[in-house]
């Protein structure tokens, strides 16, 4: 499964983003799907999961009620849709895909991997 993220870029604090994440794969609704990110000097941590079905989402306290998880499974692709952003939301956002149906916040569960899109967020 090859993952290949996108959406990235400078938005100033409080304005919107919506990363999106395509996948190649014929499998794609047997994958839950994650949004992990890593600030500079700071280690990589869970931001929002999405399950197979698209019908649970899960977040990181720090994003709940901001950001949003979605997919599209005909479309192989999978969103975050990110509102009010802060400048502590600044980093490089990855993707990841992997068949779990618990601990989604947890980066060892995923198999697979996107290259990261980066987000900067001005004050």
């Known amino acids: 499964v090859q993952l290949q993220a996108s959406g990235g870029g400078l938005v100033q604090a409080g304005g919107s983003l919506r990363l999106s994440c395509a996948a190649s794969t014929r499998t794609f609704n047997g994958y839950a799907m994650a949004w992990f990110r890593q600030a500079p000097g700071k280690e990589r941590e869970f931001v929002a999961a999405?399950?197979?079905?698209?019908?649970?989402?899960y977040y990181a306290d720090s994003v709940k009620g901001r950001f949003t998880a979605s997919r599209d499974n005909p479309k192989n692709t999978v969103y975050l849709e990110m509102n009010s952003l802060k400048p502590e939301d600044t980093a490089v956002y990855y993707c990841a895909a992997g068949i779990l149906y618990r601990d989604y916040d947890q980066s060892s569960r995923y198999d697979y991997w996107g290259q990261g899109t980066l987000v900067t967020v001005s004050s």
């Open positions: 999405i399950s197979w079905s698209g019908a649970t989402a």
